[in-house]
């Protein structure tokens, strides 16, 4: 029912920056909960980023909080993620989430509903 895609990878030295967006083809876009991850080779998923209905409310994993900014533009139905100061270690395929919540302040980082098919980030040293 929600479709995403993700666009915005490439190849990047260490310390550059990248800006990655998510475009959302579903009619409720403003009422889910969205969401980053990541996935490195050979290492499970891990969440990165989420943001609220309203965009009040984000949330980041720690090595990752000081550098990542996640924003949304509920007219456009579209996420991003800027990502600077970029290290080798976040080198992984990305993947854009979206997750029904019940209330507009919900900042999950597990339980989404619909997955992005993922694009390559990687930082070289």
């Known amino acids: 029912q929600e479709q995403l895609v993700e666009s915005g990878g490439g190849l990047v030295q260490a310390g550059g920056s990248l800006r990655l967006s998510c475009a959302a083809s579903g009619r409720t876009f403003s009422r889910y909960a969205m969401g980053w991850f990541r996935q490195a080779p050979g290492k499970e998923r891990e969440f990165v980023a989420a943001i609220s209905w309203s965009t009040l409310q984000t949330d980041y994993v720690d090595s990752v909080k000081d550098r990542f900014t996640i924003s949304r533009d509920n007219v456009r139905n579209t996420v991003y993620l800027q990502m600077n100061s970029l290290k080798p270690e976040d080198t992984a395929v990305y993947y854009c989430?979206?997750?029904?919540?019940?209330?507009?302040?919900?900042?999950?980082?597990?339980?989404?509903?619909?997955w992005g098919q993922g694009t390559q980030v990687t930082v070289s040293s």
């Open positions: 989430a979206a997750a029904q919540v019940r209330y507009e302040f919900q900042i999950p980082r597990y339980g989404y509903d619909y």
